[in-house]
């Protein structure tokens, strides 16, 4: 995979999504499908956005028993898409099935399937007060990663802060997918482990996820460039 900024559709509905990339043009994407829209519009809106060319994560974090995982990624495979979910909160035995799920649902090339550690959104705080972790973000996330890599699978999702020591402890190759990220004058909302773009490329992110920087902005294709820029010109100086 080569280093995508992929943007987070989070949008309520394919009108939404339609008016939204018609600020790109031709311009091939990297796209996010997460709860919100996958709920409303279904896999219609998968093999649309394939169509156009566009590159897919399927963000939709499962976390159930096994054998339910394992049926749902069947399923899923079957859509195509580059990159799918887990929750490693969901334990080794789920991620494993999960895999099982994919392998036997794809034709032929599965698609990567990475585990969300703890949501950009969590502070250390919430983590031991409302989780009951009583360790650092940083020693979670990596004890997620850890877990998620021994059932195989190819990454994790980790805040920028995270990311270079995922990789120092479990390889280059195994995915770093960053979400949380802003420019410095954009607003945080609710997430609270928010980095740059460069940041993110300087720590060794394998991939950047930008949602409501590039979404909300008044002229999203120049925010996306912007960032993109921000990702590939620190990348590049790497
Ligand atoms: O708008 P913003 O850039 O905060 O959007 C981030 C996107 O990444 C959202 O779609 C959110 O669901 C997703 N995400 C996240 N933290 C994770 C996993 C996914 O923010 N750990």
Not at 112 to 124: E, G, K, N
Not at 231 to 237: D, H, K, R
Request: charged letters at 20%; one cysteine or more; aromatic letters at 6%.
């Amino acid at each position: 995979m080569k280093k995508p900024l992929i943007i987070a559709l989070d949008f309520a509905g394919k009108e939404e999504v339609n008016t939204f990339l018609a600020n790109f043009g031709n311009e091939k994407l990297f796209l996010k499908v997460g709860m919100e829209l996958f709920y409303q519009e279904g896999p219609s809106i998968v093999y649309a956005l394939k169509e156009k060319g566009h590159g897919i994560f399927l963000d939709l974090k499962l976390h159930d028993i096994p054998n339910t995982v394992k049926s749902a990624m069947k399923g899923l495979a079957r859509l195509g898409c580059d990159i799918v979910n887990v929750h490693a909160a969901g334990g080794k035995a789920m991620m494993e099935a999960a895999l099982e799920g994919l392998e036997t649902g794809s034709n032929g090339k599965r698609p990567y399937c990475i585990a969300v550690t703890q949501l950009t959104s969590t502070s250390v705080q919430q983590m031991q007060s409302e989780q009951l972790i009583p360790v650092t973000l940083n020693e979670s996330v990596l004890h997620y990663a850890s877990i998620a890599k021994e059932s195989g699978l190819d990454g994790v999702v980790c805040s920028s802060f995270e990311a270079k020591e995922i990789t120092s402890h479990l390889g280059e190759s195994f995915l770093t997918v960053t979400p949380g990220i802003r420019l410095l004058a954009d607003d945080s909302g609710d997430q609270k482990r928010v980095a740059t773009p460069d940041f993110a490329s300087a720590e060794g992110a394998s991939a950047i996820v930008v949602g409501r920087s590039v979404t909300k902005s008044q002229n999203p294709f120049e925010k996306y460039l912007q960032c993109k820029q921000l990702w590939e010109g620190a990348l590049n100086e790497a």
